[in-house]
């Protein structure tokens, strides 16, 4: 049935193609910095008025959740995250890109050893600085969390954008995964990567009735443009994923899913175990109030953290998504948490 | 009728998030993931068999090795940049050494010929 539900979804983001609804997303120009493996450092140019003279921007890296694509921070020019963003600071992203089936083996530690490092120095060397401001959204942000547990001389601030911190909070998505029944090891050797087509479902099947509330929603907007543009961008980026690295998805689920590292017994890199209580750096969160795939109770908390040096907390309302763009977040949470991460200083420059 | 509808809904919701987080519901899904990861694992062993004994590379092989050699390159860039920031780093008190050396060569010239003008 919830199939069914997600296939009358789908149907309808083809049948919008017809009726010339914008279906053009992530348009804000970047141009490639640097590559590794499948891995890419962009930089986005601000189309907007700068607030700022271009060479005292200071930069920002964002490090997108590793599941989808990172334009869900650039939907739509006025639901651009990163339009806004650029205005203020020098935005680079991490683009994971898509995964080939020989890096199956790459897990977390050997992504931020090699792949994420190099990206990192790259970007410090481009923007001759010893230490860039970080943010991460979902997933992305615990692999920034973790960078900066390692590095935190290269990290000026930390903002982490509706990002699992304990997996152990109560949700539907954590009790799945919880569940041990499903063997990881063989999961791998079958698959390689992560397919995205098992994550969708599992992520489509969160929520098994959204598609006819989707719908209920829409009928009454069919005539309105702007509700179907933007319907149409979201419903564009839902169902463009990509697969996840095997290592990584294998980490994921054991590591932070089901052993719960961060709030237990740490990260282990390179033969050093790295606790979340010894992060030091200012660290900012935000937090949506619904969000059915990272539970409220599940994002950072001061306690957490007692060694940072600054914490600021924003809760949303709003789910996974409609928190962290809605029209409240634009409003309230984009500008203070600008505002925040200025604050913190100008970068370090070499 | 729309508030029935809700309604129906709402218990339709109810009644599906219980189904979805029952333990034995998980293990059934997980279990049919599991045969069909077995199922995908055997046939391409048995494939893999096969072509082997056709000595034919495997794409599965050669994917492997791409990602082994994109691995040394990231590290090969990785020394390299390493190595950059080191000569940028040297480079810096060289120039103060050169500098140095040139002026104390001046002051010993100078000397010299301070010396000199004394003697004569």
Redesign the interface.
Known sequence: MGLSLMGSGLNLLESSKYFGFNKEVGILPSSLVASAGDMKLLKFSSEAPSLEVESEKPPLLVVPSLINRYYILDLLPEKSFLRFLSKSFSVYLIDWGEPKRGAQNLSVESLLELHFDLLYSKLLAVEQAESVHMMGHCLGGDIALLWSLICPEKVKSLTLLTTPIDFSAEGKLNSWAHSEALNLQVFQEAYGNAPWFLMQGAFHALRPLQPLHKLRRLLPQLKNKKVMDSFTALETWSADSRDVLGGCYKDLIQNFYRENCLIKAGFNFLGKNYLLSDLKVPVASVAAEDDHIVPFAGTLSAEQVPAATAFAKWTTRGGHIGGLLGREAQQVCWPELAAWIKQQGPVNVQ | MEQKLQAF?KQ??QS??KL??H?LF??TV??V??F???R??AS?KALELLWGQLQIPLK?D???????I??IQ??V??IQ?EQ??KVVLSEAPSATIHQFQAISKDTVKSGKKKVSSLNS
């Open positions: 809904e339709l919701e599906l998030d979805t987080s333990p998980l293990q997980a279990g993931i599991n069909n990861c077995y995908k694992i391409r599965a050669q994917e492997k090795m791409m990602a082994a994109e691995e990231i590290r860039q990785k940049l950059s920031k």
